[in-house]
């Protein structure tokens, strides 16, 4: 298990160097000279040597990177160019919105897919399982912002159970702050879900149709007891798997459907620079995203050793 | 009364009819051996006492167990019937086990869900089965998973699982046809142990007459869902009442017809392989030392005359694969060489070029696999021309194919099919006219007829046989079946953990076997007419003709 | 992974697997719809969109205006199929591009199994995957300035992964099959084997993903043009007509429906088709589930 460990961990270091510099070259070197790129083509060229220099753009494009990661290893993000305030404090608390976000519809993907498609599975071929198969299906073609629009106009304007947005601050309280994050949460959570019961169930029928279900069955165990107790283990691993991915598109989705709710998240705050040009708060989001991407697809890989006996020993 | 009585078993599956009329038999203490080729039911015939079948499976007729009248029972009671009663052992052992569970946990659950006993006791009774079945607690402790198990190890954690509470009944489906002959012959052992010992009925289902010979009291042929001949083994042998099962026994012992020119010694070597090294890397342990190597051919020499056949036989992971990949230059070789008709064909750092290639041709085990389904026989068996320098023109090339398929017994019009119109034995004829049609000095034939039914079998090995004669080709011919082996081949290799262990005279090496290990594989392997006179000299001390 | 036993002489009988598969002929007859609607707008729309009648504006749907109107006294409709044009366009190009570059990557990878260039194409496709299109999108954005071309770019990078794995892992099963041995010996070099051994028989493969990462595209290019990143004024696109919606989502909800239910209805018609496709290319699988 431990060997395992460290090698998924070099190998997450390894994708976190190789992003790194793909968000610096993109963001640092394809423009040309940042700077003259952020302050637009009216700049007084005095202007942009003041910012090249407080930048530290002068120096050359290796020294800056090495100066980028070395900050951001102490949390040093770089001072924004048009909020002059270090971005570590601009992104703090707009983190504290995205990610629980992100978190909260994962969590509730989840928990509604694993049920839906184990029943699926189980009952495969009844009006049950055709009925579900039909609503996911429609589940995964319904974009998570429009669908939030529509619970918006539901719950929020029609019913008036839910505020149509906005985000009271965690200071407000926990209960408050989730009432808040809950319509998005769905928004994001039932698109997903409908992906994730489907890869459940199918998962589900391929692991039943083994030949060790059919040795259980043969030691006396009813359908339903070779299911949960021999398939559904083995069935987890593909949907690992999809939960991992579904991760990174709930983190993107997050950003999205917090302009219809008009949360103060990271969604807000990359948009917002992106039309002031400042990149240095567009490359720390990114790379704090893609960071967040790649972690959770470690705690997959690491989850995989705990579900599959065969991984723990070293090789991959 | 019988232990098992099955009478009149009708079975469809979505209206296609599988089983017609089987009757069968089984008493406490005895072995049935319920023999048959491919499709002939044999395998539904157990499903069905199990009561495991697909979806859209109809049946009638009876099925008692201990007087107890099964077509009555729900899906309940055959539960509680199901690895208490009866247990049962499957062909496949490296996909039976649950991969991401003990053994212990997997063999204990079967004590679990049949009686109250405490999880402790059930671990008790696990231990205990799995030291019946000779696996050891000092070497396999519960707490292994199947993953570092070998096939007959996991196949003996499947036996344990299906005798642990000491069914009256246990069915055996195919139990030994994927592991190697040595492996088998402990499987059977161990499963002759266990009937005497316990006293239970075992149905042993198989396709090989010599194992059913050598293990069944009592025996069922059956061909396309009906028993078409069953009685006491011996009396079934000696009489043979239905021309099937006469069928059946001689291309079991069929030994193709070969001319008598081949005196082996004489002439010059068509390949020469001496001194043939190759090595894999095995997986770096840590960061820091170097990865290590695994030897899988060792110095490995031979030579191959013109029209001769030689024998390359050992169990798997011997090395014959690897063998045969450096033959056939797929894998280069790390040290020694590979001459052919004189010339080098490869060796450290150099392969053959394009005319040598095409001498060296070959027909692989699985018919299913071996063609590009989106081709047509023609283009499917003019593959090799890719190693001519000038292409045939249209009509030569036409006169080729045609002559192709008519040495392989096919036709000329067979050439515009694809290759699903064709039976397995049909695809390996198909083979072996794309082997021939480049006109090689030698065809490798890795484990070529393995895939076959018994009677299929027999009719390619006349045709190698045939084409060898007429044609004067050499064959290498690998396998792990020591009859097919001794019925084609003129010469014989004894491979074991890379190496060459013993070599010679095909009837010499199967007479008088040196090597300890040739010795053991062939007291291994299951002869059908050792095991009747063995069973005969059994029956004749017993007094009695037809005893059981 | 398992379509791989399609044969070419059993094309007739696909043909009538695809009259009886309900799902195929839904999921065909909604692109066919949407496809169609994109294909007339080039040449006629009820209205045109570039007119602005303010005097005609936030109409409720009606018998001169199907869908009703924008803010602009545009019509809903007519945008509605010129936005088809735009996300049909985007998605497909981004296909496009995932297969032209990704299968090729694949197929090598694949073919030099074990090498570096294998190790070196995974990695670079582990990477892509941690950066989610919406992510490629503002970066290239941030760089280069909102355009639907951005749209294209960051969703074909996105499919490029996608397409590169899915083809190396068919191609790695289909290298063990006998025959591609049988092609070895014969000569055949590794290349010549990929194209004539290998893609022929992944095609079916790549037509059911193909489809999928369609779907996905229209998705992602509504989500993008929604947060301003892809499709630029004056051209329509659902999500743009989306986000304007939004805007006025008290006084005029209507607006909100209809560029929504052609999302949605042009994805669930590419899945539909996708599930079809694969049903009809892999009975075996179909019997199964």
Known sequence: MLPYTIKRLVSLTISLMAASLVIFFVIEVVPGDPASFMLGLNASPETVAALRDSLGLNAPAPVRYWQWITGLVQGEFGISYTYKVPVSELIADRFWVSMPLAIYALVLSTAIAFPVGVIAAAKRNSPTDVSIMGVTQLGVAVPNFWFAMLLVLLFAISLRWFSAGGFPGWEAGFLACMKALTLPAIALALPQASILARVMRSSLLDTLGEDFVRTARAKGLTRRQALWRHALRNALIPVLTIIGLQFSFLLAGAIIIENVFFLPGLGRLVFQSITQRDLIVVKSVIFLLVFAVILVTFIVDVTYAIVDPRLRRART | MALLEIEKLNLSIKGTPILRDVGLGVDSGEVLGVVGESGSGKSMTAMAIMQLLP???????????????????????MCALRGNDIGMVFQEPMTALNPVQTIGDQVAETILVHSGKSRREARRIAREALNRVGLPEDRFPLSRYPHDLSGGQRQRVVIAMAIALRPKLLIADEPTTALDVTTQAQILKLLKKLVDEDGMGLILITHDLAVVADMADHIAIMKDGEVVEAGDTLTLFRKMSHPYTKSLFEASSHVPSRSPVHVPGRGKPVIEVSGVVRDYPLPRRSLFAAPGHFRAVDHVSLAIRRGENVGLVGESG?????????????????????????????????????DMRRRVQVVFQDPYSSFNPRHRVDRLITEPFFLLDEQPDPPERRRRINEALVNVGLQPSDSQKYIHEFSGGQRQRIAIARALIIEPSLIVLDEAVSALDVSIRAQILDLLADLSDRLAISYLFISHDLSVVRAITDRVLVMKSGKVVEEGLTEDVFRNPRHPYTQELLAATPVLDEALKAREARAAANGSGASS | MSDLKVEPSLRM????????????????????????????????????VTDLEIANKLKTPSATHWFGTDAFGRDIFSMVMIGARTS???????????????????????????????????????????????????????????????????????NIPVFARLSRGAALSLWQRDYVLAARVSGKGRTLISAEHILPNITNLLIVQGTIQFSLGILAEAGLAYVGLGTQPPLPSWGRMLSEAQTMIYIAP?????????????????????????????PKLRRAR
Not at chain 2, 60 to 71: D, F, N, P, V, Y
Not at chain 3, 127 to 156: C, D, E, K, R, W
Not at chain 3, 261 to 270: K, M, P, S
């Open chain 3, 254 to 282: 209507h607006l909100a429906i209809f560029p929504g239910l052609a999302i949605v209805f042009t994805v669930l018609g590419l899945n539909l088709m996708g599930d079809g496709l694969r049903d009809i290319f892999d």
């Open chain 3, 13 to 48: 009988g696909m043909v009538l697997a695809a009259l009886r598969t309900p799902s195929f002929l839904i999921g065909l007859a909604l692109t066919l719809v949407f496809l169609s609607a994109a294909l007339l707008s080039f040449v006629w729309t009820p209205y045109d």
């Open chain 2, 55 to 77: 979806v859209g499976t109809e049946w009638s007729g009876a099925i008692r167990l201990g007087g107890k009248a099964l077509e009555t029972f729900g899906e309940k009671d």
């Open chain 2, 318 to 354: 011997c090395g014959k694969s690897t063998l045969t990949r450096a033959i056939l230059a797929l894998d280069p070789v790390q040290s020694g060489e590979i001459r052919l008709n004189g010339g080098v064909f490869s060796t450290h750092g150099h392969g053959p070029d394009r």
């Open chain 3, 88 to 158: 049909i366009a985007v998605a497909l190009i981004a296909v496009g591009i995932g297969i032209v570059i990704g299968v090729p990557l694949g197929l090598l990878a694949a073919a030099r199994h074990g090498a570096l260039i294998d190790e070196v194409v995974m990695r670079a496709n582990d990477l892509v995957f941690a950066f989610p299109a919406l992510l490629m999108a503002i970066m290239i954005t941030a760089v280069f300035g909102p355009s639907a071309v951005n749209a294209i770019i960051a969703i074909g990078i996105f």
